[in-house]
């Protein structure tokens, strides 16, 4: 059966912090690890990764893919309150993706 | 700006009522799917639909059915609402050739409470 496991399910942190999520998978014909932000609404896309080793950069945030080891870990660098959401990882497959639980995050000023 | 448009962002229905939920996406894609969101449990699959008139069950798809009559719109059917489906749900649609190779886009989300 697939799954998507995220590590830790919450994490409170002070603004300025590092954080670490981590993601790991059993999906069937993987093509690819997503990484989502959720806010109040629909989750936004932030990054899709698809080859080990090439990490994926967009301002603070950067992720990257290990396909051996079957994980992933997304890093949020001096953490702001805005970046207090639920962050998503899911694995995708051939006809559907596969989604963790979620992992909340809360940044205090 | 491509979309995927969800027709309710909040709903209260009454227990026993019959519920529709409306998704429609205007990218042109071939699936669609619909999942509820509930705190400590993730996302989970109620069904999708690949092609007009299709459909496949997900992981829950108890005491729902769903309608695809058009491309663009997809239907979620609560027949008899009851309180354990107090949720919230999302609909999201992708292209047919491979929902690893695109991801999803999703809708903004329906915050039903069944009463």
């Known amino acids: 059966e697939d799954k998507v496991v995220q590590s830790p399910l919450s994490l409170v942190v002070h603004e300025g912090d590092t954080v670490t999520l981590n993601c790991s998978y059993e999906?069937?014909?993987?093509?690819?690890l997503l990484w989502y932000k959720q806010e109040k609404k629909a989750p936004t896309f932030l990054f899709m990764l698809t080859s080990s080793g090439i990490e994926k950069k967009s301002g603070r945030l950067s992720s990257i893919l290990d396909k051996k080891e079957l994980f992933s870990i997304l890093n949020i660098t001096a953490t702001q309150t805005g970046d207090s959401a639920v962050y998503l990882c899911?694995?995708?497959?051939?006809?559907?993706?596969?989604f963790g639980k979620g992992m909340k995050l809360t940044v205090n000023p | 700006d491509v979309k995927v448009t969800q027709s309710s962002r909040y709903l209260v229905k009454r227990t026993g009522e019959k519920v529709f939920l409306e998704c429609v996406q205007d990218m042109d894609h071939e699936n669609m799917f619909w999942y509820r969101q509930d705190p400590g449990l993730g996302l989970r699959l109620i069904y999708f639909s690949y092609d007009v008139k299709m459909k496949e069950k997900g992981d829950i798809p108890e005491g729902y059915s769903v309608s695809r009559e058009k491309k663009e719109r997809f239907s979620l059917i609560l027949e008899s609402a009851s309180t354990n489906q107090t949720s919230m749900y999302l609909c999201a649609s992708s292209f047919s050739w491979g929902a690893g190779d695109y991801g999803y886009t999703f809708g903004s989300g329906t915050r039903l409470t069944v009463v």
């Open positions: 899911a694995g995708g497959g051939s006809e559907k993706l596969v």
């Open positions: 999906v069937t014909n993987f093509r690819s």
